[in-house]
């Protein structure tokens, strides 16, 4: 199998030469194709990505991704939302569970769930129209895009607990209608116990009984929020991994940014970004994909941890611990 890695920026740099000494310790078959794109290859070649990048991208299987800081040009393009839409990544898995002895604001540690976010359409549809004294984003939802998310949230509830919470906002967005209804629809149809939120309700509810939920699905933007919400509900967004999957490719990504004011330093936690090597492991069908778990555990009931934990270990140092305990069990 052929990984994609794009360390990006700042402290992408950092987490992913982490994470990867933790999948090396797997000693599975992986091609490495390292690609350097984002702000600072802006910054020397006037270009952040090229279609050419994508090019090479498609030709591996997956993606493993760090963080990029948006470039400031007024005519930039995300780069993450490219690589999403040339690959049609639709869904956008991301697990909130809490790490043994962190706690988040909530002090609970009760609580597993699993964000599935649309990924494709919603108010990222890109199809945009901007004037002086008015602007427009159209947001698309379809037949099509809502089944497939839908599906793909109903298989993983049958793995889980068989329960999903469609989250939407159709007393008001007309277009959302169409979402909770393809989502119940599909529901029934695979077997799944379904029940549906309104969007300002779930974000009161996850902070109050986030034990509640199992399965979590919503449109793009609702999920983009609910999501850096439940990162207080686990203590910190540097803990929260996440994958962006489709058909045919896979994109694992930390859902932390690039965070230049601690880039460089070493300090960086690169626990999120070592969770997506656990999810790139279970898209691979790797049984063992679970130790990744239990060394993380390892790491924080023995304190290797960094200074946004309380610590005083740097990112290379949490890399080490992880990779040591996964190479003697
Ligand atoms: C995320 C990020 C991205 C998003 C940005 C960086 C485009 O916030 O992965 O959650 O909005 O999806
Ligand atoms: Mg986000």
């Known amino acids: 199998m052929k990984l994609a890695v ?15 000494e933790v999948l090396d310790t797997f000693g599975l078959d992986i ?17 952040a990505m090229t279609e050419e990048d994508l090019d090479l991208i498609k030709e591996c299987d997956a993606v ?3 963080a990029i800081t948006t470039v400031p040009d007024p005519n930039y393009k995300s ?53 002086e004294d008015a602007a427009y984003t159209r947001r698309v939802i379809t037949r099509r895009g809502s089944e497939r998310i839908a599906a793909y949230a109903c298989e993983l509830a049958k793995k889980r607990d ?10 008001v967005i007309k277009a959302d209608k169409l979402f909770l209804d393809v989502c119940r629809e599909t529901a029934e149809d695979y077997g799944v116990e379904s029940s549906d939120m309104l969007v300002d309700a779930m974000a009161y509810s996850l902070m109050k009984q986030p034990e509640k939920y199992d ?28 994958a962006n999957i489709g058909e045919k490719y896979a994109f694992f990504e930390p859902v932390h940014g690039s965070a230049p004011d601690i880039a460089g330093k070493g300090i960086a936690n690169p626990l999120a970004a070592i ?3 656990k999810m790139l492991l279970e898209w691979l069908g790797e049984k063992k994909a679970s130790l ?25 140092d949490v890399g080490h611990a992880v990779a040591e305990y996964l190479r003697s069990h």
């Open 275 to 277: 969770l997506c090597v």
């Open 31 to 47: 091609e490495k194709v390292s690609l350097e794109l984002g702000y600072a290859r802006w910054e020397r070649t006037g270009a």
């Open 292 to 316: 990744v778990d239990e060394a993380v555990s390892h790491v924080l009931q023995n304190k290797i941890i960094t200074p946004d934990l309380g610590g005083t270990s740097g990112t290379a």
């Open 79 to 131: 780069i993450l939302l490219a690589i999403r839409k040339g690959l049609d990544l639709y869904a956008n898995v991301r697990p909130i569970k809490p790490l043994p002895g962190i706690a988040g604001v909530t002090g609970r540690s009760d609580f597993d769930f699993v964000i599935v976010r649309e990924n494709t359409e919603g108010l990222y549809s890109g199809i945009e129209e901007l004037h």
């Open 215 to 242: 399965v979590v699905v919503t449109t793009n933007l609702y999920g983009d929020i609910l999501s850096d919400m439940s990162g207080a509900l686990v203590g910190s967004l540097g803990l929260l991994p996440s």
């Open 162 to 171: 068989n329960r999903l919470t469609i989250v939407h906002k159709s007393n």
């Open 64 to 66: 493993l991704f760090g």
């Open 6 to 20: 794009i360390e990006g920026d700042g402290i992408g740099r950092e987490v992913i030469p982490a994470a990867l």
